[in-house]
């Protein structure tokens, strides 16, 4: 007899953004007359920038003549992407790195979904509480988990992150094995500087832990204090992998492209964890499409960088919209600053869906409720920066009335 996958039974609900989602499309359609301005799921609105559209053009005439189509490409990525990333996102910050060492992907939650696959079930993870919910899930899946009880799960290593702690994760007071971080961090918006990311290197180093470090919003560092990278600090190819994606950096939420590094220095009782993800990737992973490589290859150009770095600085103008209007009115805001997202505490004690509820029904703006993201979420909603200016500076406007 067929015997599924019990750990997915264990899984609470439906997943976060589905919920919001539906329930910001039952409001539109009980209230036509009212459109909803969505600042909850974090989904760019500005379109790609014109050199990238340029590159994907180009490479579609290139798939149109027999002399330059391609086929399959190399699971890995084409070396002509994995080189500008060591060119323009490492070398240029002094890391060292080899074209080998970068793997590109079809996106950053599906990295940090699969990463699990090269992993014991038998390590103990920790994560920040609140969370981006893939790295949870994805380890409640492989059965890494355990059973979840009261909104927990029983052998995952929660790390609180608090306004007390400065939505900073202190260091496990137990063994953990495998650490998530994540810089800017989704969803406190909360950036780490050197100093406060020295301390999770040693200890990596100190407990033979591994550190999956989520800098998907690295484009959105404005604090000079603050690595782009895990690896601006000294050691951390030892102990860590780190996560890219095209998705916020360039706009590349629906055209999908990411990449992950693996350095060979990171070796778990003297094995090189890039082979075991080279294997993995190789054997269930065809490669992104060439369009999209040569898209994201695009990006680093002059033009594709002034252009995509116009597109950030327009999402974190927007950051500072929210923030200032949010705090006008009496909220305790975080985030925002490195970051496209605004952690809002919210008023009267009101508990996270509560809030989310009242401004949707009572604004037609749609948020993200903290709760969501984890039991330390409670009493926050998230906002994003990522919708037009326009429409930012409406739905300010709307909370301003209603607050
Ligand atoms: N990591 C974090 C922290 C995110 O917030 C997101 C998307 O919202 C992702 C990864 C997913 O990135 P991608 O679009 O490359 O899958």
Redesign the pocket.
């Not at 996106?107 to 599906?110: F, M």
């Given at each position: 007899m067929t015997k599924i996958n019990d750990n997915y039974l264990k899984l609470p609900g439906s997943y976060l953004f589905s919920t919001v989602a539906k329930k910001i499309s039952a409001f539109q359609e009980a209230n036509p007359d009212k459109p909803v301005i969505k600042m909850s799921i974090?989904d760019v609105t500005r379109p790609l920038v014109p050199a990238v559209i340029d590159a994907m053009h180009k490479a579609v005439d290139e798939m149109a003549a027999a002399e330059t189509f391609r086929g399959y490409g190399p699971e890995q990525g084409y070396d002509f992407l994995r080189n500008a990333i060591v060119k323009y996102d490492y070398a240029s910050r002094g890391i060292e790195l080899e074209a080998d060492e970068v793997f590109v992907s079809d996106?950053?939650?599906?990295d940090?979904g699969n990463i699990g696959d090269i992993f014991s079930v038998d390590n103990k993870v920790a994560v920040c509480d609140p969370v981006?919910p893939?790295y949870v899930d994805t380890n409640a899946m492989a059965g890494r988990a355990g059973d979840y009880i009261d909104e927990h799960w029983s052998n995952l290593y929660y790390m609180p992150c608090l306004a007390e702690n400065g939505f900073m994760p202190q260091l496990p007071t137990e063994k953990v094995d495998i650490i998530y971080l994540?810089f800017p961090n989704?969803p406190t918006g909360v950036a780490a500087t050197k100093e406060q990311l020295k301390p999770w290197i040693d200890y990596a180093r100190e407990n033979k832990a591994v550190i999956l470090y989520?800098s998907?919003?690295e484009a959105f560092i404005t604090n000079p204090d603050v690595p782009h990278s895990i690896y601006e600090l000294e050691g951390a190819k030892e102990v860590a992998i780190e996560?890219r994606?095209f998705?916020k950096t360039a706009g590349f939420?629906g055209t999908r492209c990411?990449y992950t590094i693996v350095p060979h220095e990171l070796k778990v009782n003297g094995t090189e964890l890039n082979g075991l993800w080279n294997r993995r990737q190789c054997t269930k992973f065809n490669g992104v499409p060439y369009i999209i490589q040569r898209a994201a290859e695009a990006v680093y150009s002059p033009e594709g960088q002034k252009q995509t770095k116009e597109n950030v600085a327009y999402y974190l103008n927007n950051a500072s919209i929210i923030r200032n209007a949010l705090t006008d009115i009496g909220l305790e805001v975080y985030g925002g600053e490195n970051a496209p997202y605004i952690w809002a505490k919210t008023p009267d004690n009101m508990g996270s869906w509560e809030f989310f509820d009242k401004i949707l029904n009572e604004t037609a703006v749609g948020t993200t409720p903290g709760a969501g993201f984890g039991p330390s979420g409670e009493g926050y909603v998230r906002l994003t920066a990522f919708s037009s200016k326009e429409n930012t500076e409406a739905a300010m406007e709307r909370i301003k009335k209603l607050l």
């Open positions: 974090g996106g950053a939650k599906s940090c981006y893939v994540c989704n989520d998907a919003y996560f994606s998705s939420t990411a």
